[in-house]
């Protein structure tokens, strides 16, 4: 499920990038004096008693030229969409403006937990203005003063409070945590025990979140990777195997905590039925996902039997075009090695941010040369685009109508990214909005 993530929202000029700031402890986003000073950063990481969740600044979200009261209304919306907590931020020192109540109303509608912070309270004597804030809405205002770093304990408190119960791993960001999954018997087991017995491997067994699963960290080469849910696959008889559904729930618990997915298949047997539903998960699932055709020893091979392989696979896995096909073999351990490195590019671009300017160029560019075709007399029209989050990297584009962008387009632009910047192994997401 990964870290609980936590949006900071309000107009202009409140203080988003000041109190988004003191929440990562460290200065890595821009504060200007005037309003609309477009953040270096606004993606970091908060800790508050131990618990780890991500913040975004929605103030950095550049939305192009849309007018102010535009951009922020599609602020909150992104807020929405990624986050499980929202501090909307507003400034004791000019009440409550219409620009405040319009922002209170989309976050109302969206229903996620909302935590009312009134800024620039720099001294207990201003607390009283507090009251008025009441009327957006969303309870108790917490004062705060952002510059003088007051009343941001009290706050958190109280967003944590909201964090969906089961918030992810113990492990930190760059451990690159991974899973096996595929039908019984196609040598999940066989290929975990042939990793983990390379040489200059550590292996330490530890109890995983969830009850009946135990993960397998472990080092090579200073990178750490977890193998999510070893214990399962190793010492659970195959009676438990056997059932399907209970090797497809495993598999799903498995997928929901890990970065890359590895889908083995049999080369001996060939591709199921099977094979695909398992692969459709961790697809919708949004994980990078590396395609191990094992048993390679056992197949009879000419020059053109990988190749062939090959095609089916792409034929087959349409929705996995984005997937590195690597054959081995567990039992002789040949090409073993190429699995790693495959890991861990396709972590690395499962995790990649491309720069707003550049990703915008780019769109742009295609967008020009390649325009949607007219529908019923109306176009689809590409003004923006921006990433909004990673794992998977999710790109926002702003369009004049959203209902105008069709499947191929969306495919189109998926494309185009995937051929700009490097994205070998992870699926991208891309979400239409409307700009007026
Ligand atoms: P945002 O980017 O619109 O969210 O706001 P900024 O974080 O850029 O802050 C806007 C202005 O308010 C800056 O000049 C900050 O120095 C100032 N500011 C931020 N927090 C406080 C605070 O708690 N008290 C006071 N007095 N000024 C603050
Ligand atoms: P799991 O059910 O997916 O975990 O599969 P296992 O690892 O238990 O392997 C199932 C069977 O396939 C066992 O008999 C293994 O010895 C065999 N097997 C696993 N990997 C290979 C391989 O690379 N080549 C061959 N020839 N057999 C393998």
């Known amino acids: 499920m990964g870290m609980p993530t936590v949006a900071i929202v309000g107009r202009p000029n409140v203080g988003k990038s000041t109190i988004f700031n003191r929440i990562v402890g460290e200065r890595i986003s821009i504060v200007e004096d005037e309003p609309g000073v477009t953040r270096d950063r606004i993606y970091g990481t908060g800790e508050w008693l131990t618990t780890y969740f991500h913040v975004i600044d929605t103030g950095g979200i550049d939305i192009g030229d849309a007018p102010f009261l535009e951009e922020v209304r599609q602020q909150a919306e992104i807020a929405i969409e990624e986050a499980d907590v929202i501090i909307f931020i507003v400034n004791s020192r000019e009440g409550v403006t219409s620009a405040d109540e319009e922002v209170a ?7 996620k937990p909302v935590v009312l912070a009134v800024n620039k309270v720099d001294n207990p004597e201003m607390r009283s203005q507090i009251y008025d804030f009441y009327s957006l809405g969303f309870g108790e205002p917490f004062p705060i003063s952002g510059s003088h770093g007051l009343g941001l304990g009290d706050l958190l ?3 944590i409070k909201h964090f969906p119960a089961d918030h992810g791993d113990p492990y930190d960001e760059d451990v690159i945590k991974f899973s096996l999954i595929g039908r019984p018997n196609v040598g999940k087991s066989s290929l975990v025990n042939a990793l983990l017995g390379e040489e200059r491997v550590i292996v330490s067994p ?3 979140t969830t009850r009946d699963a135990v993960d397998t960290p472990y080092i090579v080469d200073g990178q750490e990777y977890v193998i999510i849910d070893t214990a399962g696959m190793r010492k659970r008889g195959k009676v438990y195997e056997s059932t399907e559904k209970y090797s497809v729930l495993r598999a799903l618990k498995a997928i ?4 890359v997915v590895l889908v083995v298949l049999d080369g001996e047997e060939g591709i199921r039925e099977q094979d695909k ?3 459709g998960y961790a697809h919708e699932a ?3 996902i590396i395609i191990v055709v094992n048993k390679w020893d056992a197949v009879e091979k000419d020059e053109k039997t990988m190749r062939n392989f090959e095609e089916k696979i792409r034929d087959q896995f349409q929705f996995l075009d984005y997937a590195p096909i690597v054959f081995l073999s567990a039992k002789t351990k040949k ?3 190429t699995l790693l490195p495959a890991i861990q590019m396709a972590s690395e671009n499962h995790a990649r941010r491309v720069q707003s300017s550049v990703l915008n160029e780019v769109i742009l560019d295609a967008a020009a040369m390649n325009p949607a075709p007219a529908d019923k007399g109306k176009r689809l029209k590409v003004y923006y685009a921006t990433q909004v989050s990673v794992k998977p990297p999710t790109f926002v584009v702003f369009v004049n109508e959203p209902e105008l962008m069709h499947f191929s387009y969306e495919r189109f632009l998926r494309n185009t990214i995937r051929q700009a910047f490097e994205f070998e192994g992870t699926p991208l997401k891309i979400i239409a909005r409307k700009r007026k």
């Open 157 to 159: 408190d109280e967003v």
């Open 286 to 288: 949004g994980r990078a």
């Open 105 to 111: 109303k989309i976050l109302f509608r969206s229903k």
């Open 256 to 259: 929901e905590r890990s970065d």
């Open 277 to 279: 539903r398992i692969a």
């Open 335 to 337: 090409r073993i090695g």
């Open 206 to 208: 530890i109890a995983g």
